[in-house]
């Protein structure tokens, strides 16, 4: 039996208390406006300047083609979250969650898991790079030592300082993250356009006019690194926020939404990034991204950049860590959801401690394995979708239901048309991929990486491809896929045991 459904979202000061059971109709408030500020925020962080960057210095391309590049690598990608989004405003619950109908209820621990270790890797780079950030800003404000290792205790503080601030916010849930998310926008938003006008200037706009375009090869290489660096990362979220949408909302606003709030940002930010690398790749070559940009500002305008450094890189993370605590609890784990937070705040703690206290490197090694996982994460975007064609409901109760004869247990809890065709993507995939750390050696060379589609980087469109067409073929969907028209589904608080 279930108990009565807790509170909806809560007002902004109140702690939701919600996790990831489906949310009542009633509760369903939001508009797709929702979501085009709530995205717009998680992607105005510095960390896109690299991204372009990289497309001038690495990839060779002008500036007209890294702008149509970032256009469709961000928000193309960031239009794959929007459709997921409209999983959620179908369901009413986030989106690992609602994975259970697809995979079942133990065949979706797999790409559950995957999901969070995407999330705790984006987190760990989130907080190394605020607290780096800090640093710098106690060296200016104080005259402190800004290398991690020689401080090791301001070192702590500094990630300490982020955290509590990313627990504060994704801690208290929905209502407040959407309001922050709303606000912030407009006051980091114009921080960013502030240190902007003066990275303009620095542009030689000669070297920009005269720059060479780059090959159609280098371009879909760009899209394929922006996509993974963005939307694709982000892709198992976009459901989360969007299961407080009202269920009157069209699915074509909610994926416009989704792509124009993170498109905006992502395309200004890499556009500028690639400007700024014309003729000068010392970005693109930065171990540390916040102290590369900080070296091109005037020497006073150190102070508000580092500020919508800091403010950019917490709104994507308390946006991230939301997401990680819903996905947390999709695994099984029965605790409360602000629980589920502060256990994933304190993996991405010591990582950051680690990393910057311990190991001698940290980007490298990072974007590598979330690269990586981008594979597995493309594979469930196949089958999800596949599945979202024919699948307009979702079982509030069998959601939660993890005994055995519930309606997404299937065989043994498993789902095998949708576990066979992502296990058989992800081996394809990698088949056309190779994993490289920094400049070191090729850590697994794919059987088809030299082929063109391996070697231009579309492996991961590969991963897609396979993944919904086994599920597509196979048979899809099972089961009843839309809303009985005689049923009125209960909406439970706990799962069951």
């Not at 709530?38 to 702008?67: D, E, K, M, R």
């Not at 296990?423 to 991929?433: D, E, P």
């Not at 850590?443 to 590969?462: P, R």
């Amino acid at each position: 039996m279930s108990d009565t459904a807790p509170p909806s979202s809560g007002t902004l000061t109140s702690i939701e208390q919600r996790g990831i059971e489906p949310v009542p109709a009633a509760e369903r408030t939001g508009n797709a406006g929702a979501l085009f500020w709530v995205w717009f925020a998680a992607n105005i962080s510095i960390l896109g300047l690299p991204l372009g960057a990289t497309l001038v210095a690495f990839q060779h391309l002008n500036i007209w083609q890294a702008l149509l590049v970032a256009v469709i690598g961000a928000a193309g990608s960031f239009a794959v979250v929007g459709v997921i989004s409209v999983a959620g405003r179908r369901g009413g619950a986030p989106g690992l969650t609602l994975s259970r109908a697809v995979f079942g209820v133990r065949g979706n621990i797999g790409p559950t898991f995957v999901s969070l270790l995407s999330r705790l890797g984006w987190e760990t780079v989130n907080t190394t790079t605020a607290a780096f950030v800090l640093l710098s800003l106690f060296t200016i404000l104080f005259g402190t030592d800004g290398d991690a290792k020689h401080a090791p205790l301001l070192t702590i503080a500094a990630i300490l300082v982020f955290v509590v601030a990313t627990v504060l916010i994704s801690g208290l849930g929905h209502a407040f993250i959407v309001a922050v998310q709303k606000w912030a926008t407009w006051v980091f938003g114009a921080l960013n356009l502030f240190v902007a006008v003066f990275l303009v200037l620095r542009v030689d706009w000669q070297v920009v006019g005269s720059a060479p375009a780059g090959p159609f090869a280098a371009m879909a290489i760009g899209i394929g690194t922006i996509a993974a660096g963005t939307g694709i990362g982000w892709a198992t979220a976009g459901a989360d926020i969007a299961r407080y949408s009202k269920r009157s909302v069209r699915a074509s606003k909610l994926v416009a939404a989704s792509a124009a709030g993170a498109g905006i940002p992502l395309v200004l930010l890499v556009g500028l990034g690639a400007l700024v690398s014309a003729g000068d790749p010392t970005l693109a070559q930065a171990g540390d991204p916040v102290a590369a940009i900080r070296d091109l500002l005037p020497g006073w305008m150190a102070v508000p950049y580092l500020i919508a450094a800091f403010g950019g890189l917490l709104l994507s993370n308390h946006l991230s860590v939301y997401s990680a605590s819903l996905t947390t609890l999709t695994l099984g784990i029965k605790v409360p959801r602000v629980w589920a937070v502060a256990v994933d705040v304190v993996v991405t703690t010591l990582g950051a401690m680690y990393f910057m206290l311990v190991a001698d490197g940290f980007y490298a090694p990072f974007i590598t394995f979330i690269s990586v996982l981008a594979v597995p994460i493309t594979a469930w975007l196949g089958v999800f979708i596949a599945d979202i064609v024919r699948r307009t409901w979702y079982d509030p109760e069998a959601l939660l239901d993890l005994r055995a004869g519930g309606r997404y247990w299937y065989s043994g809890g498993i789902a095998w048309r949708a576990v066979i065709a992502w296990a058989v993507a992800i081996v394809v995939g990698f088949l056309f991929t190779n994993v490289q750390v920094g400049d070191a050696d090729p850590v697994f060379v794919g059987a088809f990486s030299a082929t063109w589609i391996g070697a231009n980087g579309l492996g991961w469109i590969v991963t897609f491809i396979v993944a919904a067409a086994i599920y597509a073929f196979s048979g899809g969907p099972k089961g009843v896929l839309h809303e009985p028209a005689d049923e009125s589904a209960p909406m439970p608080v706990r799962e069951h045991a």
